[in-house]
């Protein structure tokens, strides 16, 4: 059961564009959410995480939204550049003190010189 | 080196065979997961280790499967009568966070990629 459900699969951004990825989740007891980036042949790295007790978290060119009631939340890339190319997860943990990360399918993003 | 390290970067193993894969972890950090990652899929969690016990393996996929860590530390993940469908990549995690202090950032591995022809 997918708890976690993350769109689009595949991005494509001229450099300087935003780039926006977009998750749901089900399950209210989430707590805690993270984005992950992964380059090719290398593990995923925290990019940038929120807690649900605010609506927005800012830093540098990358800022995540986040709306409770909804149960959505998105990475918003200002400015792309070539070197954001990679795939990126959105995920959640399930519970206080217990992170173990459920992860979103992840999406591919190109940005394009 | 001061991250998560893992080997082998790379099995090629026929059907059938057993396979062992290691993960080192940041000294010092004691939760350690286990994830795989198949082809155009996220991250799906395996095994979550608090030193040396796992008090989470609801995502080992069959019994198949096991994983142990020893002194804290090392964990070797066992994959036995490899079949096809056992292919993707291995990932470790490893982190300060126990169940009962403040969630931490995760750190990943490499990863092992494992192909089972």
């Known amino acids: 059961q997918q708890q976690v459900k993350q769109s689009p699969q595949s991005l494509i951004v001229q450099k300087g564009g935003i780039s926006i990825i977009n998750c749901a989740y089900e399950n209210t007891a989430f707590d805690y959410f993270p984005w992950y980036q992964q380059f090719p042949g290398k593990g995923p790295a925290l990019l940038i995480a929120?807690?649900?007790?605010?609506s927005e978290k800012k830093e540098g060119r990358f800022t995540i939204s986040f709306n409770k009631s909804a149960k959505q939340f998105s990475l918003h890339i200002m400015d792309s550049q070539p070197g954001d190319s990679a795939t990126y997860f959105c995920?959640?943990?399930?519970?206080?003190?217990?992170?173990?990360?459920?992860f979103g399918a992840g999406t591919r993003l190109a940005v394009h010189p | 080196g001061a991250g998560v390290s893992q080997s082998p970067s790379n099995k090629v193993t026929e059907k059938g065979k057993d396979v062992e894969l290691r993960c080192d972890p940041i000294s010092g950090h004691t939760a350690l997961y286990w994830y795989r990652q198949s082809l155009g899929q996220g991250l799906e969690f395996l095994i979550y280790f608090q030193g040396n016990s796992a008090p989470d393996k609801s995502g080992l996929p069959s019994d198949r499967f096991s994983a142990e860590r020893t002194g804290g530390s090392v964990s070797t993940l066992t994959i036995q009568r490899t079949q096809q469908e056992d292919s993707a990549v291995y990932l470790c995690?490893?982190?300060?966070?126990?169940?009962?202090?403040?969630?931490?950032?995760?750190?990943f591995g490499p990863g092992t990629r494992l192909t089972v022809l």
């Open positions: 995920a959640a943990t399930p519970g206080v003190g217990y992170n173990k990360l459920i």
């Open positions: 995690a490893s982190t300060l966070a126990g169940v009962y202090q403040l969630r931490n950032e995760q750190f």
């Open positions: 929120i807690r649900p007790d605010v």
